[in-house]
């Protein structure tokens, strides 16, 4: 049954050494605060998994806590490319790292696969594409019906999921909504899952009954943190943080201008900064 | 801006535009993609439905996006689905009439690498990979492509495969058993580019006002065909013109917004 924790706790109670884990968020509702704490806490050989990696893969792949990574887009959205993840791939830097590459169609098949309780995933993907030979993951199928070959992938089944959303209940209901992505399927792939909130309501009377919640019990663990999204938007709370995209960019560049950066703006920081970092972006909201 | 009063990227952008018709349903990528199919709706193609791979179904953002997740396009859209169910009901079903992508890397055949420039394994320069593009290629009925034009960009033979177009040309879409139409269309910002219908090798159709034969060989890779009939594109109208820069006008202020140098 969830259990509402200090995000501290959250992380040190659910994330491992050597676990595989998603921090997913599809440009919006990135759990920015769960992966810095999980810095904080130094976590060692991760296989991170995620369809768009962006700022805070390229953080925790600087600090070398990568051990792989499976995405369908490593970049900065909008600005360009993760510079530290380059490093890693390129020179080794600060560790090499294994690459297991997708497109965003056979990331999102495996995640809603493993959701299923499914071995695989089975989709129209990768014809005439270079990623096949590359990775040994991508394989097809024969359809047994009509003959039709088709891609094959394997499911992702991580060992923990974080997401962001924008509440939960006091009974841990937890409502996504704006773009929502992957974080469903994502939270309903893992073995355990852990949501941080921008805020806790009594009920959940007032919503339109369609809209995407994540029942208490598919949750292990549920973090108040407002803000902890930041520089990533909130649908409703408050809008992206454009500049941070672009100065990531230049910090990222250097790698010693990177190591003062995490050490003063994530190590030496905690999950209730978040709130102040978004306080001039929720009037733009 | 030359004598002509607009850029070579304004042209490219707005020649973009007229490509597209009121009734495409029409995935979109972001840079010029995005504000071509942004012109298109704000000018000859009202009823455009436009989809970003985040989910957003028939958005029309005030400002051009950022990212594809941006809030405004969720806003402004007739619905946002998960992505899961955007990549396997609307693209994968076959939904999508036109798939807009841009390249890092483009051959003369339409295909496409965004992955790494040298070896996969040892890249000289890892860049971001195929996201939505090796499927966007291969399920939407056509493909356009735009691009400004280098003879690093358009080389003889591109560094990986990320999306495919017509590989080596002829039927070899059909070969591998995809029936879509692949990459029709290529607007650079010198030049019109059509495949050929029998070997697929892309074809300077028409040449932007201003531009030479030797300009645009001099910026590609390749040794160019030119068409026979060899047109020039209209040049923008006022409307296009004013159209496109109110809209990266707009942008440029409410983006300047967002920032006071913080980051996280």
């Not at chain 1, 390229?58 to 051990?67: F, L, N, R, V, Y």
């Not at chain 1, 690459?99 to 493993?114: I, P, T």
């Not at chain 2, 650079?188 to 495949?195: E, H, S, V, Y």
């Not at chain 2, 967002?258 to 980051?263: D, I, L, M, P, S």
Request: charge should be negative; glycine fraction near 10%; hydrophobic fraction near 40%.
């Amino acid at each position: 049954m969830v259990k509402f924790l200090p995000l501290k706790q959250a992380v040190a109670e659910n994330l491992n050494n050597g676990d595989s884990v998603a921090f997913e968020g599809f440009t919006h509702l990135i759990p920015t605060a769960a992966a810095h704490e999980a810095i904080r806490q130094g976590f060692r050989d991760l296989t991170l998994i995620r369809m768009t990696p962006d700022l805070i893969y390229d953080q925790m792949i600087g600090m070398g806590m990568a051990k792989k990574i499976v995405f369908s887009y490593v970049g900065n959205p909008g600005v360009g490319l993760l510079r530290r993840a380059r490093d890693s791939i390129e020179n080794g830097f600060p560790r090499a790292i294994e690459v297991e590459e997708h497109s965003h169609a056979g990331m999102a098949n495996a995640y809603e696969a493993g959701a299923a309780g499914l071995p695989c995933a089975v989709f129209r993907g990768y014809r005439g594409a270079g990623l096949a030979a590359v990775n040994p993951n991508i394989k097809s199928v024969t359809c047994p019906f009509t003959g039709e070959v088709l891609a094959a992938v394997p499911s992702i089944r991580p060992d923990v999921t974080f997401i962001h959303a924008q509440k939960a209940d006091k009974k841990g209901n937890v409502l996504v909504e704006g773009i929502i992505g992957i974080q469903k399927e994502a939270v309903l792939a893992a073995r355990r899952a852990v949501v941080t909130v921008e805020e806790v309501v009594d009920n959940f009377d007032d919503l339109h009954p369609n809209l995407t919640v994540l029942p208490r019990w598919t949750i292990a663990a549920i973090s108040v943190v407002p803000g902890g999204s930041h520089p990533s938007y909130a649908h409703g709370y408050y809008a992206r943080d454009n500049a941070a995209y672009l100065e990531w960019d230049e910090i990222a560049a250097d790698r010693e201008k990177f190591r003062a950066w995490m050490q003063v703006n994530v190590i030496e920081r905690n999950a209730g900064d978040f709130a102040g970092r978004v306080e001039h972006l929720r009037k733009a909201a | 801006m030359s004598e002509f009063g607009f850029t070579p990227n304004e042209m490219m952008t707005i020649a973009a535009s007229r490509a597209l018709r009121n009734d495409d349903v029409c995935f979109v990528g972001i840079g010029a993609p995005s504000a071509a199919c942004n012109v298109a709706r704000l000018t000859h193609a009202p009823e455009i439905t436009l989809i970003y791979e985040s989910g957003t179904i028939g958005t029309a953002p005030d400002v051009l996006p950022l990212s594809i997740g941006d809030g405004e396009l969720c806003e402004t859209a007739v619905t946002t689905v998960a992505v899961p169910e955007m990549f396997r009901y609307w693209l994968q079903g076959g939904r999508i009439s036109i798939g807009f992508l841009g390249a890092a890397q483009l051959d003369k055949f339409g295909n496409i690498n965004t992955t790494v420039i040298g070896d996969y394994v040892h890249p000289k320069t890892r860049l971001p990979g195929g996201g939505g593009a090796p499927e966007i290629a291969t399920s939407s009925k056509e493909i356009y492509i735009t691009m400004a034009q280098t003879r690093r960009g358009m080389v003889e033979k591109i560094d990986f495969f990320t999306s495919f177009g017509h590989g080596e040309g002829g039927d070899h879409r059909q070969r591998l058993g995809i029936d879509t139409a692949g990459p029709t269309l290529l607007i650079t910002d010198l030049a019109i580019w059509k495949p050929d219908p029998v070997t697929k090798e892309f074809t300077v159709v028409s040449l932007h006002p201003g531009v030479t034969r030797q300009q645009v060989q001099e910026t590609c890779g390749w040794v160019v065909k030119f068409a026979e009939a060899l047109d020039e594109t209209p040049a923008p109208s006022e409307l296009e013109l004013n159209t496109l820069r109110d809209l990266q006008a707009r942008t440029k202020a409410a983006h300047e917004g967002t920032g006071n140098k913080k980051a996280a």
